[in-house]
């Protein structure tokens, strides 16, 4: 089970990634957003595999009609994943977020 403290730790470890918040909430950046603390133990990222991470499992990943007009944003339930998979899931958005 993957936590805040956990996201924390593997974005402030990539390359030019900072932390400050957004509206509210913990918020980590490259060059554009990679990771937000959505709700408790709930995060946004990006990724190219939304649909199919939704599709496969619909408890860990989802999304909700603020993020239809962003293909790129899925939710995350962190108590649904490892924190292998949480880094996994942090590097593709890192990439993505232009670095």
Do not use: N
Not at 11 to 37: D, K, N, Q, Y
């Amino acid at each position: 089970m993957a936590t805040e403290d956990d996201v924390r730790r593997i974005c402030l470890a990539l390359p030019g990634v900072t932390e400050r918040l957004s509206w509210g909430r913990p918020a980590w950046f490259a060059r554009t957003l990679m990771a937000r603390v959505w709700e408790d133990d709930v995060l946004t990222v990006k990724t190219h595999e939304r649909d199919a991470l939704a599709s496969a499992e619909p408890d860990t990943y989802y999304w909700t009609s603020h993020h239809d007009r962003s293909p790129q944003l899925v939710l995350v339930r962190l108590g649904r994943v490892d924190v292998d998979e949480l880094d996994e899931l942090l590097r593709d958005s890192y990439r993505i977020a232009g670095i």
